[in-house]
């Protein structure tokens, strides 16, 4: 049989090309035309019969009940661990540490005997060993194939037969029935379209590590995120060691947990007390410096807020965010000089959440505007104080989400006061709120003269 024909299709009218091209001729949109394949009109029919209806109390709901990875905090991302036949897409930056992560995968999971493969779509396979043997002895139950074609890694899982497929990565594996490069979208969406019609039909469990653009996002097309069963991220800076996981999309459970890593020279150590090690190295009595209370998905990180505050010259001073939203920044800068009077006109702004991690909640604001403040006026604020609230435009103090269990992570590391809105609930025994009605208020309230004097 000879190869099939493809041709590439206008996203956006259906028009049809030999070729591809960058402007389509019938609509004239740039850059709509998508290679696939030109199948007969009779080999597109069913060819067998079709899938009876049946009531949806009498389907057996056994068989899809998760199985433990064996690592724990990766468990509780996925409600309890892979489910048999299930298809997982893993993205994040390079060097983040996505390929360490999956090979301590597969190498718990072969420990207990069942087979896995790992599919080295861009390494050979001198270069997993390598990193393998870092990790810890290696399970005979493991196999691996260097194995870009499709027909190729096929075949490998049909003669080893394993329970967990782990493919590295979906954009370094092509279908020889396309002209078109790896990576290109015809090529993963009929790749990944491919690796969950087997996974359905044979039960394997796998999972595609996914490479993602500069902006963050997954590269490839959208389809690929609607076609399988759970979508992870991997998060973190790679000059820190704190890793996060977390699922974005997940059909068999819900989406709330955080899973917390640190990595190492021997891979990932699962950190079950993130907030411990993100405070570990604290320096007390530092002005600009406050820790709030983050929520992660479901899991409250207490994290600490630094800022410093520069004179210059500078006609434009600079506003640097690190791991803060840049606008956020601008804002609470806006909102103290205007209702509480402290003034950053000829100041340059540095803030930072310490660790690496990323603080995108509304929640953390109050913090942030006190560490200003702190670090505006050179003043400490107390050490045993946690601030945790939204704050608006006019200057009010918004009540956030979960801030009982926010309050509660905060109490169990041993801080014994928190900053704040006046219509937070109550918080655990032992620690005294101090409640504020507004920004300016709750300045006030931290009693450091942070204020200038004379200022409204």
């Known amino acids: 049989m000879g190869k099939e024909r493809t041709v590439h299709r206008c996203s956006e009218c259906g028009s049809v090309a030999p070729r591809w091209s960058g402007r389509c001729t019938g609509c004239g949109g740039w850059n709509t035309l998508v290679e696939e394949l030109d199948l ?103 196999w691996v194939v260097a194995e870009t074609d499709l027909a190729g890694i096929e075949g490998a899982i049909d003669d080893v037969g394993p329970e967990l497929v782990v493919v590295d990565s979906i954009q370094a594996v092509a279908d020889p029935r396309f002209e078109s490069a790896p990576g290109s979208v015809a090529q993963v969406r009929e790749c990944a379209a491919s690796f969950v019609r087997r996974a359905k039909a044979s039960g394997t469990t796998t999972v595609l590590v996914g490479h993602v653009t500069k902006e963050g996002a997954l590269a490839g097309p959208r389809v690929l995120e609607h076609v399988v069963d759970t979508v992870l991220s991997f998060e973190g800076d790679r000059h820190h060691a704190l890793r996060l996981l977390r699922a974005v999309k ?16 021997s891979g990932l150590t699962e950190v079950a007390d993130p907030s411990g090690l993100l405070l570990g190295d604290r320096r007390p009595g530092l002005p600009g410096s406050v820790v709030v209370p983050a929520m992660e998905g479901r899991r409250p990180i207490l994290v600490e807020v630094q800022a410093l505050v520069v004179d210059t010259n500078a006609q434009f001073p600079r506003r640097s965010p690190h791991g803060l939203e840049g606008g956020r920044l601008a804002l609470l800068i806006g909102v103290l000089e205007n209702r509480a009077g402290i003034s950053f006109a000829k100041r340059e702004v540095f803030a930072s959440a310490v660790g690496g991690v990323r603080l995108n909640e509304p929640a953390v604001d109050l913090g942030v505007a006190l560490a200003l403040a702190s670090a505006a006026s050179g003043r400490a604020l107390p050490d045993d104080l946690v601030a945790c609230g939204e704050v608006g435009l006019g200057g009010e103090l918004r009540q956030v989400s979960h801030t009982g269990r926010r309050l509660a992570e905060a109490a169990r590391l041993g801080f014994r006061a928190a900053l704040v809105p006046a219509s937070a609930p109550d918080g655990p025994e032992g620690m005294r709120l101090v409640r504020a009605t507004t920004l300016r208020a709750a300045l006030d309230a931290t009693r450091t003269r942070l204020l200038p004097v004379g200022s409204e």
Do not use: N, Y
């Not at 930056?93 to 087979?115: C, F, H």
């Not at 997940?250 to 020279?265: K, S, W, Y």
């Open 40 to 142: 007969p009109l009779g080999s597109r029919r069913r060819a067998g019969p079709a899938a009876a209806a049946v009531r949806l109390g009498a389907v057996d709901g056994g068989g899809w009940q998760p199985r433990s990875t064996g690592i724990t905090e990766l468990d509780r991302v996925l409600g309890g661990g892979l489910v048999p036949g299930s298809v997982s897409l893993l993205g994040g930056e390079p060097g983040i540490g996505k390929s360490t992560l999956l090979l301590q995968l597969l190498t718990r999971v072969a420990a207990t005997g069942s087979p896995c493969l790992l599919v080295a779509a861009e390494e050979s396979a001198q270069q997993v060993r390598s990193r393998a043997e870092r990790l810890g002895p290696l399970p005979p139950s493991l």
């Open 250 to 265: 997940h059909r068999f459970g819900a989406t709330g947990e955080l899973g917390v890593f640190e990595m190492g020279d």
